[in-house]
């Protein structure tokens, strides 16, 4: 079993006031990545904010997916991806993974989760 960072360049932080924060993080800039914008924060979008916390859960932790191809298509039948077959774009069975579409928006186009695909017919 394999663990890494989902995003692994990212630091997550909840506030009500991005400014104040902002404000606080200055002193860093210099050792941090900013945005196009030039800004330190990126503000996550509703929508994949959602999901991630329903595909990460409480303990921001991505658990692996079981579940079989029958003609063609998809079906999750144990873990976070349970009903998110049609967000996932590709998988590698050899790896155990899929590329799973993140909301439009998002952090990303696309997040690697662990699918275990036990049959296929």
């Not at 860093?28 to 929508?47: H, I, M, N």
């Not at 991505?62 to 077959?85: A, W």
């Amino acid at each position: 079993m394999e663990k890494r960072q989902l995003f692994p360049d990212c630091i997550f932080v909840e506030t009500t006031d991005p400014a104040a924060l902002s404000e606080q993080l200055e002193p860093c800039r210099k050792f941090l990545q900013t945005s196009e914008e030039g800004g330190l924060l990126w503000a996550v979008p509703a929508d994949a904010e959602e999901f991630l916390k329903k595909l990460c859960g409480n303990e921001h932790h991505l658990c692996m997916s079981q579940g079989y191809i029958r003609d063609g298509i998809t079906h999750v039948i144990h873990g976070p991806l349970v009903g998110m077959e049609r967000r996932i774009r590709k998988i590698d069975r050899h790896k155990r993974t899929a590329n799973v579409e993140m909301p439009a928006g998002g952090l990303g186009t696309f997040l690697q989760a662990g699918l275990e695909i036990t049959s296929k017919s």
